[in-house]
Each structure stands twice: as structure tokens, then as C-alpha cells.
């Protein structure tokens, strides 16, 4: 099959396609043709070689963890999908390829009417903002500060808030604003002088805030939260430094908050946008735009 692999680390243009074996369904897995792949910093991350210490790679590595395709291959022991089904969902054999394998609980099938790219968007988006949610204790009536809201994460995070009945904040630089209040979100300029900022909209600061955006920040969410209990980071690597709790680890299993994720599409009450889409043969692009930091929504790779 032709994958986008790299064999060193390094720049973007060490990512190139290539033909690589392809992957087969085994006991409790099914394998899928896919449609569309979501792209996640994560990767370039592990592409630069920054994760080693952490991540050693064999190579040749192809990337990617997030899907969207169709079921071709159905292993031993999985009930409750067929041949012909399309899914979104989590791959441990590389998402960035025609061909990948998905585990039992880590997939969920698409809304019909859901464009393949956009339910590539979901899987990493929805399952870490579920989470952090939760680890957070996000509840009705609260105001919560979403750092980082109009990126993947940061606009599942900010829409998943809202519907849990809270009022959100959320930071982005201008040209997002209109969008995050098209979403019922109160945008507000990240930087310097975010804590009067916010509290100009929220006097009495915030009951709970999330960082997506892991780029400083987290004096200012300790803060406006009142202590370090209230805030979570998913990026920051200052996070122990600060006494701040970060979120890290996908669930054991994340096809709750795919399944849930489905059904708030086809309620209209949740939206994701894709950015831009691109071809594999152009994932280095991908990564080169993914590496600026300034996208709403999803970067998206399509196979064919
Ligand atoms: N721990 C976990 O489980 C986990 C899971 C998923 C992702 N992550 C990490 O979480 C981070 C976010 O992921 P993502 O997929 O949401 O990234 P992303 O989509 O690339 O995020 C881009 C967004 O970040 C915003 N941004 C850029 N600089 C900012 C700043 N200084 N303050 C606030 N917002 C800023 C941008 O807003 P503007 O365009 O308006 O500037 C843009 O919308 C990444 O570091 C990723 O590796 C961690």
C-alpha cells in the first residue's frame, strides 16, 4: 500500500510516500480502506525526534493515529459491525496510509451524512476534550476558561463545556473570534493581560480552566481559577513546574466519546471544521502549517 513514512528524524520533507506492507485485521480488530486521516501536532512532534527519550521509533515510521474509512477486514471476536461499515476511529498501525488496522472500543461508526474529512477530525479532538473535561470536573453552571479554544481540541473542549451547561471563555486571536461566538463562546485575546481581560467579562475570575494551547499561560489560569486544583494543562511541559495537573493518555476505551460525538453531529449541536485538506504525497505541507499553531479546527489528509 502507499503510506507517508519517514526513516530519520528531522524536517517536514522527511516525510515522503512510499510503499509499505499493509496491515491486516487480527483477533478483535477490524481493518478499514481509508478515507481521510486527521493530522495532530502530536506527530510532527514525534517526527522532529523532540519525543525520542520518550517514543524511540523504528523505521521505517509511518504516523498518524485518527481515521476515517470504510470496513474491509472484520477479526475474530468483534461483534456488532460488517464489511461495508463506515467508521471513525483510533489506529495503532499508522494512520497516514491506505490501510489501518482499529482495536474493539476504538472506533465508532460515522453519521451517514458526515463528509469523510470531517469525521476524521473526531477521534483525538473529541476523546482529550471528553477527558480533560472530566478530569476537571466540569459541571452545570460553572464558567470555565478554554486557552487555546479555536484549535481541534480547544473547539471540542469549548462545545463540549457548553452543552454540559456552562458558560465558556475562550482564547484565540482575533480573526477566530466571530467564529467562537458563532459557537456561544466569549472570545478573548490570549497574551499579556489575558487576567484583566477575562475579568472584565468575568469579575470574579473562572471555576475551572483548561490549557490546550501549552504555550505559557498557566500563571495567568492559576489565577483567574483561584489555585491550582481548578486548571488542567494537555500541552503545557512546564505543567509539575507550576503544580498543575496534566492530562495525557488516551481512555482504555474512547468509543463512548466517539459514539457521543456522532450523536451531537446529527443533533446539529457540535461541529468541527476542517481547516484544509490535502493529499498524502503533501503531509510534509501538512506538518509545515500544522507547526505555525494558527488553525481552526483540523488539518486533513486524504489517501486518494
Ligand atoms: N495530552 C493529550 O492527551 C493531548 C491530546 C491531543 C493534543 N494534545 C496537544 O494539545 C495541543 C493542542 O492540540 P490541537 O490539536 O488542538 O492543536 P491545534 O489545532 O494545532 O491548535 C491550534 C490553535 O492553537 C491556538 N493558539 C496558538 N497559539 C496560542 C496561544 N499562545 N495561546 C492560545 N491559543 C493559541 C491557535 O489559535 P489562533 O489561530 O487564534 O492563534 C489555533 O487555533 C498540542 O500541543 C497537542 O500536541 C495533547
Known amino acids: 500500500m502507499k503510506a507517508a513514512q519517514f526513516s530519520e528524524y528531522g524536517e517536514p520533507d522527511v ?179 489575558l487576567v484583566e481581560r477575562v475579568r472584565k467579562i468575568a469579575p470574579s475570575g473562572v471555576d475551572r480552566a483548561l490549557d490546550v494551547a501549552g504555550r505559557g499561560g498557566l500563571p495567568d489560569l492559576i489565577e483567574l481559577s483561584h489555585g491550582t486544583d481548578n486548571v488542567i494543562t494537555i500541552a503545557d511541559p512546564e505543567a509539575q513546574k507550576y503544580g498543575v495537573r496534566f492530562s495525557s493518555g488516551r481512555s482504555k476505551d474512547p468509543s463512548p466519546a466517539l459514539d457521543q460525538v456522532a450523536r451531537l453531529i446529527e443533533q446539529d449541536t457540535f461541529t468541527l471544521p476542517v481547516a484544509e485538506t490535502f493529499p498524502l504525497e503533501r503531509a510534509a505541507d501538512a506538518h509545515r502549517i500544522s507547526q505555525t499553531g494558527h488553525i481552526r479546527g483540523k488539518l486533513i489528509l486524504l489517501p486518494t
Open 15 to 193: 516525510l515522503r510516500v512510499a510503499e509499505a506492507p499493509e496491515p491486516h485485521a487480527g483477533a478483535g480488530q477490524i481493518r478499514v480502506t481509508v478515507h481521510a486521516i486527521g493530522v495532530n501536532p502530536w506527530e510532527w512532534k514525534v517526527r522532529s525526534g523532540a519525543m525520542r527519550a520518550f517514543l524511540p521509533l523504528e523505521f521505517p515510521s509511518i504516523p498518524g493515529g485518527e481515521v476515517a474509512g470504510v470496513v474491509d477486514e472484520i477479526g475474530d471476536g468483534i461483534t456488532g459491525v460488517s464489511v461495508g461499515d463506515e467508521v471513525f476511529g483510533f489506529t495503532t498501525t499508522g494512520a497516514y496510509a491506505e490501510y489501518a488496522v482499529l482495536a474493539v472500543n476504538q472506533f465508532a461508526h460515522k453519521p451517514p451524512a458526515l463528509p469523510w474529512p470531517e469525521a476524521a477530525a473526531l477521534p483525538t479532538a473529541a476523546e482529550t476534550a471528553y477527558r480533560a473535561l472530566d478530569e476537571l470536573g466540569v459541571a452545570e453552571g460553572q464558567t470555565v476558561l478554554v486557552n487555546g479554544a479555536a484549535g481541534g481540541v480547544g473547539l471540542a473542549a469549548a462545545q463540549l463545556a457548553r452543552l454540559r451547561g456552562t458558560t465558556v471563555i475562550g482564547t484565540a486571536s482575533e480573526p477566530n473570534h466571530d467564529f467562537l461566538r458563532s459557537l456561544g463562546v466569549t472570545p478573548v485575546n490570549y497574551g499579556d493581560g
